[in-house]
C-alpha cells in the first residue's frame, strides 16, 4: 500500500470478446523505472502486472501522474494490453491526474486502429472557461449561478395503449409455435470464419520492447547530464568542491595539495643535512637479533610442549590431547588391559548362561567412543570358543571400523587364518583348554581416529553355525541397554544380515538391534 500522502488514481475495466466472453490475460502499467517521492521517503519502481479476472474485468490504484514533488515529473503510464486470442494487442500512453481519482479505461484507451498511442491531456474546466470569459467568483458561486427559477409543471399527457412484444407481433405476423420455438427460430446457422485481418502498422510510439525512457526521462530526444547517471562532470576536476586531477606522471599537481604547515627547523634536536642513528631513535643497531625471553615473550616452540603452554585448535578450544587423562585414579581401562579402547569393560557384563556361536553372513557392529586421536591396527572379539584355523580351516572372517555416518574408514580383508582364543602365556588353564579369550584380526594398516564415535565390525562370512563362539551381552532384544540413546542416533550394538564381506557403508536404519551384542575393543600391537 502505497503512503498517505501520494495522490492515487483508481482505474477500473472490463474486456470482452465480440460475442460477449470474458477475455483473458492481463494489462501491464510502465512508469519510469524509479520514482521518488521526498516527502513521504520512498521510491516506487517496476511495472504492475494487473491480471484480468473471470468476467474480463480488473482493478489497481497507481500513483497520480500530476503527482507534487515527485522525481522525475512530466511522465505519463505506457499501458501494454496482453490478452490471450487477440492478434494485435495494443500499447499507449495515458495521463491519470490526480483530480479524477476514479477512471474507466474504456474512457481513455484508444480505439481507432490508425491511432494506437492517445494521451488523455486535461482540459479547462467550465468554471475556468467561465472565469476567462469575466466571471467574478468561486466555484461555489458559479455552480449556484447556473441554478435558474424553477419552471411551472406542464400538463401530464395520456398514458398511450401498451405495444404487443416481439413474439406477439411474429405470431400476428404468421408464425406458428409457442414463445421458446420463436427464440429458437432467432438463432442462424454459424457462419464460415472470415479471413485474417492485414496487420496493422506499428504506432508513433514503437511495438512493444522499444525503449519507453532513458533515467526517468520520456522524451522522443533524450539528454542526460552527468546528474542523470550520477557520474561527475567533466568540469569537476581541479575546482573548488569537485575532484583533484592528476599530471602527466599519474600524481596529483602541487597546486592541489593543501597548504605546508611550515618547513621543518631540527631533526630529534640536529639541523643542516641530518642523518639518523639507531641509538638516535631508541632503536637496536642492524643485525641485532632480539630473541623470546630478550622481549619478556614465549618461543613459539613452548606452544603445545612439555612445560610450555598450552595450544587452541581451530575451534578456540585446547585439544583433548593436552588434557589430563580424566578416568578416575585406580581403575580399570581400556590401556589397562592392552586395549586402546572396548565397546564395554566385559568385568561388568554378567556371565551368558548360554553359549552363543557367530552366524554366519552376519556382520556384528559394536559402538566404540573415541575422545582423543588415537592409532590402532587390529579389531579384537571376546571368544568363547575358537579352536583357531587349524582346527576350523573353512572358516573365513572379516573386521573393520565404521564411522558414526556409516562409512568404512578400516578393513581387515578377508582373513582366512586366526589363532585360537586364550593361547597368551600365562592364560589359566580353564580359559586355555576352552579357547576363551581375546581374538585380535589385523587391519590392512594402521589408522588414527580422531575423536568421535565408532562401529568396530566383525563378520564370519564363510563356515559352519558352530564354528565361532563370542562372549556377548545376554539380551537379545531390541531393548538392549546398548541402545539407550537420546539426540543423535547412535546404536551401540546392531547386525546386519546376508553379508559376505563388509560394503564401504552400512547404514544403522537398515539394521537388526535384536541380538545378543558382541564384546569387541581395538588395539595396537
Not at 427460430?185 to 457462419?191: E, N, V, W
Not at 578416575?328 to 565397546?343: C, E
Amino acid at each position: 500500500m502505497l503512503p498517505e500522502g501520494i495522490p492515487t488514481v483508481t482505474v477500473t475495466g472490463r474486456f470482452l470478446t465480440p460475442d460477449g466472453r470474458a477475455l483473458t490475460g492481463q494489462i501491464v502499467w510502465r512508469a519510469p523505472a524509479l520514482i521518488t517521492f521526498p516527502d513521504q521517503d520512498v521510491i516506487v519502481g517496476g511495472p504492475v502486472a494487473v491480471p484480468l479476472d473471470a468476467t474480463g474485468a480488473f482493478e489497481v490504484t497507481l500513483p497520480a501522474t500530476d503527482a507534487p514533488g515527485m522525481n522525475p515529473s512530466g511522465w505519463s503510464y505506457s499501458v501494454a494490453e496482453q490478452f490471450a486470442g487477440v492478434t494485435q494487442n495494443r500499447v499507449y500512453q495515458i495521463l491519470l491526474p490526480a483530480e479524477s481519482p476514479n477512471v474507466d479505461i474504456a474512457d481513455l484507451a484508444p480505439t481507432d486502429p490508425s491511432t494506437p498511442t492517445y494521451v488523455a491531456v486535461r482540459g479547462d474546466s467550465a468554471y475556468e472557461v467561465a472565469v476567462a470569459a469575466g466571471f467574478v467568483g468561486t466555484v461555489e458561486q458559479w455552480l449556484a449561478s447556473l441554478v435558474g427559477p424553477t419552471g411551472q409543471q406542464g400538463v401530464q399527457g395520456v398514458p398511450g395503449a401498451p405495444g404487443d412484444d416481439a413474439y406477439e407481433v411474429a405470431v400476428a405476423g404468421g408464425f406458428i409455435g409457442d414463445r421458446a420455438a420463436w427464440l429458437a427460430s432467432l438463432i442462424g446457422p454459424k457462419g464460415a470464419t472470415g479471413a485474417t485481418g492485414q496487420q496493422g502498422a506499428p504506432g508513433t510510439n514503437g511495438a512493444p520492447g522499444v525503449v519507453q525512457s532513458v533515467n526517468g526521462q520520456s522524451v522522443a530526444a533524450v539528454v542526460l547530464t552527468a546528474a542523470h547517471v550520477h557520474a561527475v562532470p567533466d568540469t569537476a576536476p581541479g575546482a573548488p568542491n569537485g575532484v583533484a586531477q592528476l599530471d602527466a606522471t599519474g600524481k596529483v599537481p602541487t597546486a592541489q595539495l593543501p597548504a605546508s604547515g611550515g618547513a621543518v627547523a631540527s631533526v630529534n634536536g640536529q639541523t643542516g643535512t641530518v642523518v639518523l642513528a639507531a641509538a638516535d631513535v631508541g632503536a637496536a643497531t642492524a643485525g641485532h637479533t632480539h630473541t623470546a625471553a630478550a622481549v619478556g615473550a614465549l618461543a613459539t616452540t613452548a606452544r603445545g610442549a612439555a612445560n610450555g603452554v598450552a595450544s587452541l585448535d581451530a575451534s578456540s578450544r585446547i585439544p583433548i590431547a593436552q588434557l589430563p587423562t580424566v578416568t578416575g585414579r585406580n581403575m580399570w581401562n581400556p590401556q589397562a588391559l592392552g586395549f586402546q579402547a572396548w565397546s564395554c569393560d566385559p568385568a561388568h557384563v554378567a556371565n551368558p548362561t548360554t553359549v552363543k556361536a557367530a552366524t554366519v553372513q552376519r556382520i556384528y557392529m559394536s559402538g566404540i567412543n573415541i575422545t582423543e586421536a588415537t592409532q590402532v591396527n587390529n579389531v579384537v572379539i571376546f571368544a568363547r570358543g575358537w579352536a583357531g584355523s587349524t582346527a576350523v580351516p573353512a572358516a573365513r572372517f572379516y573386521a573393520g571400523i565404521y564411522n558414526e555416518s556409516g562409512s568404512r574408514v578400516a578393513t581387515s580383508g578377508q582373513v582366512s587364518s586366526l589363532p585360537a582364543a586364550g593361547q597368551l602365556s600365562g592364560t589359566a588353564a580353564g580359559a586355555l583348554n576352552n579357547h576363551i579369550g581375546a581374538v585380535p584380526i589385523a587391519l590392512t594398516a594402521a589408522i588414527t581416529l580422531q575423536p568421535g564415535r565408532y562401529w568396530a565390525a566383525f563378520l564370519l562370512s564363510a563356515g559352519s553355525a558352530s564354528d565361532f563362539y563370542y562372549m556377548h551381552v545376554q539380551n537379545e532384544s531390541p531393548s538392549a541397554p546398548a541402545n539407550f540413546f537420546l539426540g543423535t542416533t547412535f546404536q551401540r550394538a546392531w547386525c546386519k544380515d546376508a553379508q559376505t564381506s563388509l560394503p564401504t557403508t552400512l547404514a544403522q536404519s537398515a539394521g537388526e538391534v535384536g541380538l545378543d551384542p558382541a564384546i569387541m575393543a581395538l588395539a595396537m600391537v
